[in-house]
């Protein structure tokens, strides 16, 4: 088995955007606005993320999202689901 068949999800942020993308081309995006402690955040702070196989935390600004969350659309906006964040 070689390195790229154990790359797991990446996740990028640009443009008040963050976008996750799984090895087998879904992807999910959402909105930064909303979530109250991304919101917050610089952009140099949103771009820092560590990416698991179950989720994103952002060190800089003690957030954690799970990947089951986003696909239900909940991105830590005050705990309401959200049409927002969209799966492909």
């Known amino acids: ?4 068949d154990k790359a797991g ?7 008040g955007i963050v976008s996750i993308k799984f090895p087998d ?3 999910i995006s959402f ?5 109250r402690l991304l919101e917050a955040g610089t952009d140099a702070q949103r771009s820092n993320m560590e990416v698991s196989p179950f989720g ?3 060190p800089d600004l003690d957030e954690d999202l799970s990947f089951a969350g986003l696909a239900r659309g ?3 906006q005050n705990g309401h689901q959200s049409e ?5």
């Open 74 to 76: 909940d991105y830590g």
């Open 56 to 58: 994103i935390h952002w």
């Open 9 to 15: 999800p990446s996740a990028v942020y640009a443009d």
């Open 84 to 88: 927002s964040a969209r799966m492909h």
């Open 31 to 35: 909105p930064v606005r909303g979530n």
């Open 25 to 27: 081309g879904a992807t």
């Open 1 to 4: 088995m070689s390195a790229l």
